[in-house]
């Protein structure tokens, strides 16, 4: 027997009240009992998965496959990005950046070009692989600034946030463009111009106002220069080179991607080795995995660093994020349970018929269903997939069905908390604990999707009022 051949018979009201006591059973066994965030994790998810009537057999399975398939993204990404960021950071490289963003900004306006930094990596590279390439030179700034690492930290992590979830070539919002039978381009622009003023409230001041009332040390997770590093730094264009190199070899593949799914490449073009190949360089663990070994070369080898310290170094760089690698795994599990027994789907049938204006039932459907599951991705893609019968016959216009998108991509990123493995990643690389993860990380990616909701709205409206002209046909990008 499988998954597939097992139907789930609760009602919808049971499914979510097992789903609301296993979080709040979570949270006793964290933050009040102590008990390792990992043990917990797996813990609840087994007791999630029998309470919800998955069979014996399948429970093991079905958690492990939601363990696993967390892993498969993440574990790659994070163990090459701290490699990477270790290398950075111990050869002086962070420290660097950060002497050229505070002379170029200063002092004061450094969390700005942080963000601003991260907003652009953010474009082509997925949340967590851009989180830990930035979190060396995030953590060499606040080292040479003080403060708190939440003055600092937030901003970044709230831009690849933003770019991740509003535009594309981001899955989320590529998916429901699909489904809403959207123009790309029109997504594109509508993302980005809810997506830069959501960053400036919900992260670049949020951040500022949070780094004033909680004080957060400057981990030590991916290492410190030594003295002899910052006596002879690497020069400021081999570092930048070396960051930049996964950002051009990721954007290589989407842009192939792109100019293949638009049709502007000929038949048959995307079958040959040479355009395959191309594409490979740039995803995103390949491209990890050069800029590792162009580091090592340029920021080891080429300065006098013996093979045996390189070694040692990404050795070093992999035993402080095995927790974080764990951790997260853990939270895919559970929310992979989440969505094995059915809570989403019964989430999602319970306020299809809801009766409220389209735009907002997508905004609250696709919440509902990030709160639920956990994943943005899943939220965003599952409420598109529900609508798109309704949008689709509603004949809006192509300004409308981009801010539809938006909106969907609004709800699917409030309230991370523990079935995201997002709330993990980030908890766990700034060393805080699960209240204040809560307290910053929760409450920014909420105040991300009830202001981006309101930005789209108010896009909608002006394409539903007065109309806005549509671009030639030229124009169109699918």
């Known amino acids: 027997m499988t998954l597939d051949d097992w139907t789930q018979t609760l009602p919808a009201g049971a499914l979510l009240g097992i789903a609301l006591a296993a979080i709040a059973l979570l949270l006793v066994l964290i933050i009040w009992l102590k008990v390792h965030a990992f043990i917990a994790l797996v813990l609840v998810s087994l007791i999630t998965a029998f309470a919800t009537g998955i069979p014996a057999s399948l429970i093991v399975p079905t958690a492990v496959s939601g363990f696993g398939s967390t892993l498969g993204s993440v574990a790659l990404l994070v163990a090459l990005g701290a490699m990477l960021g270790r290398i950075v950071e111990t050869s002086g490289g962070a420290k660097v950046l950060a002497d ?75 998916s429901a463009a699909t489904f809403f039978e959207a123009n790309v381009g029109y997504v594109m622009i509508v993302g980005l111009i809810v997506a830069l003023p959501t960053w400036y409230l919900s992260s670049y001041l949020f951040g500022i106002w949070a780094g004033k009332k909680w004080q957060l040390p400057i981990p030590t997770i991916l290492g410190q220069a030594d003295e002899q590093a910052e006596a002879n730094p690497p020069k400021f264009g081999t570092v930048v080179l070396t960051l930049l190199l996964p950002l051009v070899l990721i954007f290589l593949n989407t842009g192939l991607d792109t100019l293949n799914r638009s049709g502007a490449l000929s038949d048959g073009t995307a079958d040959q080795t040479w355009f395959q190949l191309l594409r490979m360089l740039g995803e995103t663990p390949v491209a990890l995995l ?53 809570i989403g789907n019964a989430l999602a049938d319970s306020l299809d018929g809801i009766g409220v204006p389209l735009l907002l039932a997508a905004f609250l459907i696709a919440g509902a269903l990030r709160i639920a599951q956990g994943s943005a991705t899943v939220a965003l893609t599952t409420t598109a997939g529900l609508l798109a019968g309704p949008v689709i016959a509603a004949g809006y216009n192509e300004w409308q ?15 991370s908390h523990v079935n995201d493995s997002g709330f993990w990643l980030v908890g766990r690389f700034f060393n805080m604990d699960v209240k204040t993860t809560f307290k910053t990380w929760t409450v920014l990616e909420t105040l991300l999707g009830l202001i981006g909701f309101g930005l789209a709205a108010i896009i909608f409206a002006i394409a539903s009022s007065f109309g806005w002209p549509a671009f030639p046909a030229g124009v169109r990008a699918v």
Do not use: N
């Not at 949340?127 to 970044?156: E, I, K, N, T």
């Not at 402080?320 to 992979?336: D, K, N, R, Y």
């Open 401 to 415: 069905l981009a801010a539809l998108v938006t909106t969907v991509a609004a709800g699917s990123v409030i309230a």
């Open 290 to 342: 050069l800029s590792v070994i162009f580091a090592a070369v340029v920021l080891g080898l080429a300065r006098g660093t013996s093979r045996e310290k390189v070694e040692r170094l990404m050795e070093g760089a992999l035993g402080p994020v095995c927790s974080v690698i764990l951790i997260t795994g853990a939270g895919g599990m559970f929310g992979g349970v989440l969505r094995s027994s059915g």
């Open 100 to 174: 050229k963003l505070v002379s170029v900004f200063g002092e004061k306006r450094a969390p700005f070009a942080l963000g601003i930094a991260s907003l652009i990596f953010g474009f082509p590279i997925f949340f967590d692989a851009g989180l830990v390439v930035m979190l060396p030179v995030v953590f060499a700034v606040a080292r040479r600034l003080g403060g708190s690492l939440l003055l600092y930290g937030l901003p970044a992590v709230g831009a690849f946030s933003v770019m991740h979830v509003f535009l594309p070539p981001h899955p989320g919002p590529v």
